[in-house]
């Protein structure tokens, strides 16, 4: 497909249950992010990539959480030993953005996936 | 699937009347703002950008306005039409953070009636 992917669509766990979910991006996108949003608010910054290095994981809630590209497309966000706080959409977008500090920002244009929703019982 | 913005302010309009959607950043040093739509059970969908060098920007149907001074972005909708109706979200970035992070809104529900 054209957009980001994301799967699973929905993913019920239980409380202590460890989570991956995968993002696809846009093919040739070389800026990945994953956001957080709770119900009811605007999404949360989690983490960025650019290609297969993680630049950026100051949104990371906790050391349960943990991401990665290993080869620079496809990402795995992974949620150990899930808590019921941690039920939410989890966002994947892309970018094909080059420059972490391009001051072109209009080529910050993120395409986002439908996202996962995460329901911890 | 669970409905995003349960709990978010409402703006209820009318077919074709214009729709103005608020919104209130809180870092001065950002320097780039957008607005994204979100329906129901999707993603943010990216809708019109601004830099901070510009206080207004057109594009088909939408107009976004930024005043620095206040700190204040605002979404116009021309024409709103059905397919309007969704969350809306302001999202801002700065230089400083190498526009690696968007901050985003508490969102708005456009509510668009027949």
């Known amino acids: 497909g054209a957009g980001v992917s994301q799967s699973p669509r929905y993913k019920v766990a239980k409380r202590g249950q460890d989570v991956a979910l995968r993002c696809d991006p846009i093919?040739?996108?070389?800026?990945l992010f994953w956001y957080q949003q709770a119900l009811g608010q605007g999404p949360e910054f989690l983490t960025y990539?650019?290609?297969?290095?993680?630049?950026?994981k100051s949104g990371l809630p906790s050391d349960r959480f943990f991401a990665e590209r290993p080869e620079g497309s496809v990402s795995t966000l992974k949620i150990q030993r899930t808590q019921q706080e941690d039920s939410a959409v989890y966002l994947c977008?892309?970018?094909?953005?080059?420059?972490?500090?391009?001051?072109?920002?209009?080529?910050?244009?993120?395409?986002f996936g439908s996202g996962t929703q995460l329901s911890v019982l | 699937g669970e409905s995003v913005g349960l709990h978010l302010p409402t703006l209820s309009v009318q077919e074709g009347d214009n729709s103005i959607i608020n919104c209130a950043y809180s870092?001065?040093?950002?320097?780039?703002f957008i607005w994204y739509k979100q329906e129901s059970g999707k993603g943010p969908q990216f809708i019109i950008d601004?830099?901070?060098?510009?206080d207004k920007r057109q594009g088909q149907r939408v107009t976004v306005l930024l005043n620095k001074t206040v700190k204040h972005l605002s979404l116009q909708i021309a024409a709103t039409q059905p397919g309007d109706s969704a969350v809306y979200f302001c999202?801002?970035?700065?230089?400083?953070?190498?526009?690696?992070?968007?901050?985003f809104g508490a969102g708005t529900r456009l509510a668009v009636h027949p």
């Open positions: 999202a801002e970035a700065s230089f400083s953070g190498g526009y690696n992070k968007l901050i």
């Open positions: 990539f650019q290609n297969e290095a993680q630049l950026d």
């Open positions: 977008a892309s970018s094909p953005r080059t420059k972490s500090r391009d001051r072109d920002a209009t080529n910050e244009k993120l395409f």
């Open positions: 093919s040739g996108h070389v800026s």
């Open positions: 870092n001065s040093a950002s320097d780039y």
């Open positions: 601004i830099r901070s060098n510009m």
